[in-house]
């Protein structure tokens, strides 16, 4: 099994930054993909940003793009999401994904993740 808890979470106003970070735990070595997807109240779950096992392949939803960094730290067993020019619209629950199918390209699709984080709110105010 595998453990992931997300942390950074917060209040800002639009235009501030935030900084989220997933440490996972457990049978890290299974883990191949790690997403952070996000929740709005009312909406459903969408995919904001992934990364592989090497890094080398890194996918982000176009509504985040220039704004969002994805990182990873294999060693470290983390994965960081740096949000820039956060705009109202980006409030929302953010949580961690973890994937543990052996492949290298990044999934947009939820249900393709075993693991999962219990969220962290980011709210922005305009």
């Known amino acids: 099994q595998v453990q992931l808890v997300e942390s950074g979470g917060g209040l800002v106003q639009a235009g501030a930054s935030l900084r989220l970070s997933c440490a996972a735990s457990g049978r890290t070595e299974t883990i191949y993909v790690m997403s952070w997807f996000r929740q709005a109240p009312g909406k459903e779950r969408e995919f904001v940003a992934g990364?592989?096992?090497?890094?080398?392949?890194?996918y982000y939803a176009d509504s985040v793009k220039g704004r969002f960094t994805i990182s990873r730290d294999t060693a470290k067993n983390t994965v960081n999401l740096q949000m820039n020019s956060l705009k109202p619209e980006d409030t929302a629950v953010y949580s961690c994904a973890a994937d543990r199918t052996a492949r290298n390209v990044v999934t947009s699709r939820s249900y393709e993740y075993e693991y999962w984080g219990q969220g962290t709110q980011v709210t922005v105010s305009s």
């Open positions: 990364i592989s096992r090497s890094g080398g392949n890194i």
